[in-house]
C-alpha cells in the first residue's frame, strides 16, 4: 500500500439505535460522537437504524404480507389481462 492516501482505520463502536446492540470493531469511518466503552476507553460511535439485533429476518418478527390481495388490488386497479 502506498503510505498517506488511506484513511486512518481505528477501533469505533457501532450501535443500533433500536435493537440496543454495540459492538467495537475496526473501521474507517468517523464520527463527532463518542461514547466510553466497556473498558473505560472513548471511541467514536456510529449510530445504525437496523443491525442484527433488531432486523426482522435475525429476529423472527417478520410480518406475514398477503400476496393475494395484492395481486387481486393490482387486477382491480388496472384490469386482468391474461393472454
Known amino acids: 500500500m502506498k503510505p498517506g492516501i488511506h484513511p486512518e482505520y481505528r477501533p469505533v463502536v457501532f450501535r443500533d439505535k433500536a435493537g440496543g446492540l454495540a459492538f467495537l470493531t475496526r473501521s474507517t469511518m468517523t464520527s463527532s460522537t463518542t461514547v466510553e466503552w466497556e473498558d473505560g476507553r472513548t471511541y467514536p460511535v456510529i449510530d445504525v437504524e437496523v443491525s442484527s439485533?433488531?432486523?426482522?429476518?435475525?429476529?423472527?418478527?417478520?410480518?406475514?404480507?398477503?400476496?393475494?390481495?395484492?395481486?387481486?388490488?393490482?387486477e382491480r386497479r388496472y384490469g386482468a389481462t391474461r393472454g
Open 53 to 74: 439485533a433488531s432486523h426482522p429476518f435475525y429476529t423472527g418478527k417478520s410480518r406475514v404480507l398477503d400476496t393475494a390481495g395484492r395481486v387481486e388490488l393490482f
